[in-house]
């Protein structure tokens, strides 16, 4: 039904993102958390079964999100290839949601940038927010510090600093704005994340939490 276009792994998040299912445990960077948090936590457990969404340029080859790196394909071509025809079919998000609710699923959870550094763009975005957030469901998002398609990221903080300092805060700033202009999110998972102290995870965490009191955040200091 939606061949080549989306990608959807879906998975029992209780049992593969807890190692059992005792509370949930403190975050190194998150040793007072709000009553907010504290809330989400326990509900994140209650839901326990959730639906996980590959969804980005590499959709329309149907070959799964490591294409770019499988297939060593150069970033400007992989782009030029593959932006001009990235039009997500209208109503596939309701369809996700109908299919984590015949499933019996309880909240969702969207790559809003995979490894190869697409960004699904802000009313895509805005879209699925929203009318997860309208079906009941819990919202999450994915977001890949890896960047691929960067050169400052390929090269690595020693190599080029000043290029890394770049990536950095352009990282920070598109992670303020998930925070900030899309409602309520409750539900973080990062992915190809450097080394902590190399990109300020603390800094970021911090300022998303300013943001979200109750987020979630999955790896990278993460709360579950």
Not at 112 to 126: A, Q
Request: glycine residues 8%; charged residues 25%; proline residues 4%.
């Amino acid at each position: 039904m939606m061949k080549k276009l989306l990608t959807i792994l879906v998975v029992l998040a209780a049992s593969w993102l807890l190692a059992d299912n005792s509370a949930p445990k403190m975050a190194a960077d998150n040793e007072n958390p709000t009553q907010e948090n504290l809330a989400a936590r326990e509900l994140f457990h209650q839901r326990g079964f959730g639906l996980f969404v590959h969804y980005g340029l590499y959709s329309q080859d149907g070959l799964g999100e490591w294409l770019k790196y499988q297939d060593l394909l150069e970033s400007k071509k992989y782009f030029a290839d593959r932006v001009p025809n990235f039009k997500p079919k209208k109503g596939c998000i309701d369809e996700w949601i109908k299919l984590a609710k015949d499933a019996g699923m309880r909240y969702v959870v969207l790559t809003t940038r995979h490894h190869e550094g697409f960004w699904l763009g802000d009313d895509f975005i805005r879209e699925y927010t929203t009318k997860v957030r309208a079906a009941g469901l819990g919202v999450g998002v994915y977001y890949s510090v890896a960047d691929w398609s960067d050169p400052a990221y390929r090269a690595g903080s020693a190599k080029d600093p000043e290029g890394w300092k770049r990536f950095v805060n352009a990282t920070h700033a598109q992670l303020r704005h998930l925070m900030s202009d899309f409602g309520k999110i409750e539900y973080l998972f990062y992915d190809g994340c450097p080394p902590p102290a190399e990109w300020d995870l603390a800094v970021i965490n911090a300022e998303m939490r300013r943001l979200q009191p109750q987020l979630l955040i999955c790896r990278g200091g993460a709360d579950c």
